[in-house]
């Protein structure tokens, strides 16, 4: 969440008259602890006091309050100050998409969730399956827009059709450059098959590329500040590599490049790779830390992102994973590398498969066709900038 001294109003602060028609509509609300308006006040509350007839509240991966582990099962429980009940709709990796039960007997829904700006961050695949199921019920949903975090850049590869899954939901690109409400609004124009009756309640004088330097509320357990959803954009990717280690959970998740302790790197190494993270506008430096996720003290990178918005996050992970390759330093790339990055075209290139010019003319010429497609969507100036995959 941005702070209070921010030039712009979130949706939320931006409710009107243009929703007086459904206030007496029961209603719920998709929610967790970035849903908050820039002094501290809650979605719920808000609603609330403006008479809307909520009826519960919905909760999506990591909870009510984020604090629930990455795919763990989130459970029904009351929200302690309005006594609403709170429902999930997640129910662990095996059971990710919403229950058609979550929705009974409700005419509007209510979402106002702040997204970390990459598509595999599942609150969009969320969002993504209430529309569907509220076309078929025939339900209003009203986004709150937010700003998108990670700034206008849109980079990386869309998602293959037989690699979409509740981390891959659509063919948009890695790293969108899209708020959550343009991002409601091309799921519902461009991919559903019926469009549902979407509301977008926008922001104010809101530039794309504005910075956001904090969050007053944490996203989830490993984005607990800003840093660490910057992070995020690269290092999520490289923890899906073995024996890559970034430092989920611990105190400093996604501002850590480590191997496990049994995997050493040379201090040489670790300078080599922090020299190819300078080169893309990070700074680094060498960094030694013991926990007990490591058998032993270990060193590595501990990395700050100064300026997202001059920031590739495709471009300097394929430049970390070309250094592994190049100095024949083995590397295991899990299943879940695939689901999380969209496309093997990643991995068959670093495999010899294809070539770096074929990769490049894929993901940019898929880049430059999505841009065209969802520019109607796009409600802020300036549009998202295409970040090209590089030489």
């Given at each position: 969440m941005p702070l209070a001294t921010t030039p712009y109003k979130l949706g939320i602060e931006n409710?009107?008259?243009?929703?007086?028609?459904?206030?007496h509509k029961p209603s719920a609300l998709v929610t967790n602890q970035s849903g908050i308006d820039q002094q501290g006040n809650r979605t719920v509350d808000i609603l609330l006091k403006k008479d809307f007839n909520l009826k519960r509240l919905l909760a999506p991966?990591?909870?009510?309050?984020?604090?629930v582990p990455a795919e763990k099962n989130v459970t029904q429980s009351f929200e302690p100050k309005t006594k609403l009940p709170v429902m999930s709709t997640y129910q662990g990796e095996n059971n990710p998409v919403p229950s058609e039960k979550i929705l009974e007997n409700i005419e509007v829904l209510f979402f106002d969730i702040q997204d970390c700006g990459m598509r595999h961050y599942t609150y969009i695949s969320t969002l993504y399956h209430l529309l569907i199921l509220c076309e078929k019920k025939?339900?209003?949903?009203?986004?709150?827009?937010?700003p998108n975090p990670i700034g206008p850049t849109m980079e990386g590869p869309l998602v293959e059709e037989k690699l979409q899954s509740f981390l891959a939901v659509a063919p948009i690109p890695l790293r969108h450059g899209m708020t959550i409400g343009e991002i409601a609004c091309y799921f519902n124009e461009k991919q559903l098959k019926k469009p549902a009756n979407l509301v977008i309640v926008s922001m104010k004088e809101y530039k794309r590329d504005t910075v956001i330097s904090h969050f007053d509320a944490q996203l989830s357990p490993n984005i607990q500040d800003i840093q660490s959803c910057y992070g995020y954009t690269f290092l999520e990717l490289l923890a899906k590599v073995d024996p890559l280690f970034t430092g989920r959970n611990t105190e400093h998740p996604f501002k850590i490049l480590m191997c496990y302790s049994n995997h050493s790197l040379s201090i040489k190494t670790w300078h080599e790779i922090a020299a190819i993270l300078t080169e893309n506008n990070l700074l680094c430096h060498l960094y030694t830390f013991d926990n007990k996720l490591l058998v032993s003290k270990d060193a590595g990178?501990?990395?700050?992102?100064?300026t997202i918005n001059n920031f590739s996050a495709y471009n300097t992970l394929i430049k970390i994973l070309e250094y592994f390759k190049k100095h024949n330093i083995e590397l295991h790339f899990t299943p879940w590398f695939n689901l999380h990055i969209g496309t093997s075209t990643t991995l068959d290139y670093l495999e010899g498969k294809i070539s770096k010019e074929e990769l490049k003319r894929t993901i940019n010429e898929e880049l430059e066709g999505f841009h065209k497609k969802a520019s109607p969507c796009f409600h802020y100036e300036p549009h998202p900038r295409i970040m090209y995959v590089e030489d």
């Open positions: 409710i009107g008259h243009q929703l007086d028609h459904l206030k991966e990591h909870g009510i309050t984020g604090l025939g339900i209003t949903v009203v986004v709150f827009d937010r990178l501990y990395i700050i992102i100064p």
